[in-house]
C-alpha cells in the first residue's frame, strides 16, 4: 500500500500544502488517540458550556478543537483558522499562505454511544490583503479551496482528501502511524436506492421534499418502481462516507421546524468540503436553488440545505423543486 505522501507528490501538491496537509493529520492522528482513550481520560459526557452555534458541547469537542487549533497556529503555515466551536476567526501567522476552516468532531451526539464521528476540514489560500484577524478572509466560495477532507474515526480511521486531483481514500496505520492509500480516484454510481434523511423531520419540510422522499418510500408501487433502502448514522462524516463508498443520496433540507434557522449543516465546516469530495467522485452538490460550492459566504457560521450524492437521484430529487 502506498503511503500518503507519494501520493501527494503524484497529484503535484506544492511542498507547503504538503507541509500544512501532514500538520493536519498529525493533529487528527492526536484526536483519533484521544477519542479512543477517552473513558480513561474522564472525557466522555458534556460541558456546561454552549458553543457560538447555540450547541452544548462535549468534552471531546472542546479537545478536540483545542488540539486542532493550537497545532495549527502553532505551525506557522496559516494565517487564521476558523472553527465550528470558535466564535470568530483566530489569528495566526500574519504571512501564513492558507487559511484552514474546521469542523473539529463532527456528529458529537455520537460520542457517548461508541459510534461514528469525525473531523472535517478545508483549507483556502489566505488573501494577502487582508489582516490576519479578520474573518472576512474566510468568505470564500467552496470553489476555491485548495485541499479539503475528513478523518472518520470508525473501527478504522480513514482519511478521504482531496487537492483536486480526485477523492482517494486513506487508512491510518497504526503500526507506522501513517495514513496509507487504499482507494483512488473514488467513483460515486450515478443511481442508487439508497438515502439519508433525518425522517423525524418530515412534518416541516417544504411540500416537494414531502413529495420526493413518499415517492421513495413508495417504492415499487409508487411512480418510482423500485424499493429504496434509508439509512441515517446522525454525523455526515459517516453518511457521507457510505455515500462516498456506495453510492446514494444524503439531504438535510430546509425545514420549519425552528423558524430562526430553516437550515442545520454548516457551509464552511461541513457543507463545502463534503460537496468537493462529491463533485471529484462525480456526484452532485446542490441546494434546491444551485451548486453548494458557488455560494459567496455571507457569515463564516453560515448554514445552507444539503442535497447530495448519486448524481441521477439528486437531479431527481431537484426536478421535485421546479
Ligand atoms: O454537525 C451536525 C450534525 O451532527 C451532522 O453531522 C449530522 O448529519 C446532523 O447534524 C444530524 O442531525 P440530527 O440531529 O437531526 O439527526
Ligand atoms: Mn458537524
Avoid at 505551525?75 to 483566530?90: C, P, R
Avoid at 457569515?299 to 431527481?316: A, D, F, L, P
Wanted: hydrophobic fraction near 40%.
Amino acid at each position: 500500500m502506498q503511503r500518503l505522501s507519494l501520493t501527494l507528490r503524484q497529484d503535484n501538491v506544492p511542498l507547503d500544502l504538503i507541509s500544512l496537509i501532514k500538520t493536519i493529520l498529525a493533529a487528527t492522528k492526536e484526536i483519533s488517540f484521544r477519542v479512543s482513550q477517552a473513558h480513561m481520560s474522564g472525557l466522555m459526557g458534556s460541558t456546561l458550556d454552549e458553543n457560538i452555534q447555540g450547541e452544548i458541547q462535549k468534552k471531546l469537542d472542546v479537545v478536540a478543537n483545542e488540539l486542532f487549533k493550537d497545532i495549527l497556529l502553532e505551525s506557522g503555515f496559516v494565517k487564521a483558522i476558523s472553527s465550528e466551536e470558535e466564535d470568530t476567526s483566530v489569528a495566526g501567522n500574519a504571512v501564513g499562505k492558507y487559511i484552514v476552516s474546521f469542523d473539529p468532531l463532527d456528529g458529537s451526539s455520537n460520542i457517548d454511544i461508541n459510534s461514528l464521528i469525525g473531523t472535517i476540514f478545508s483549507i483556502h489560500e489566505a488573501p494577502e490583503h487582508m489582516d490576519a484577524n479578520n474573518p472576512d478572509m474566510f468568505k470564500q466560495s467552496g470553489d476555491k479551496q485548495v485541499c479539503l477532507g475528513y478523518v472518520l474515526y470508525g473501527p478504522a480511521t480513514m482519511l478521504v482528501m482531496t487537492t483536486g486531483s480526485g477523492t482517494h481514500f486513506y487508512v491510518l496505520d497504526r503500526t507506522h502511524g501513517g495514513y496509507l492509500l487504499v482507494h483512488r480516484n473514488v467513483k460515486i454510481p450515478e443511481d442508487t436506492q439508497e438515502f439519508a434523511i433525518n425522517m423525524s423531520n418530515q412534518r416541516f419540510w417544504q411540500e416537494p421534499m414531502q413529495n420526493y422522499i413518499g415517492d421513495l418510500i413508495a417504492g415499487e408501487a409508487g411512480v418510482r418502481d423500485k424499493n429504496f433502502n434509508m439509512r441515517w448514522i446522525a454525523a455526515m462524516v459517516g453518511d457521507i462516507h457510505r455515500v462516498l463508498s456506495r453510492g446514494g443520496i444524503f439531504t438535510y433540507p430546509t425545514d420549519s421546524k425552528n423558524p430562526n434557522q430553516p437550515h442545520k449543516l454548516r457551509l464552511m465546516y461541513e457543507a463545502n468540503p463534503m460537496s468537493f469530495l462529491i463533485e471529484q467522485a462525480g456526484g452532485l452538490a446542490m441546494t434546491t436553488t444551485g451548486r453548494i460550492m458557488d455560494i459567496e459566504p455571507t457569515s463564516i457560521h453560515q448554514r445552507v440545505e444539503v442535497i447530495m450524492g448519486s448524481k441521477n437521484e439528486v437531479e431527481t430529487c431537484l426536478s421535485y423543486f421546479k
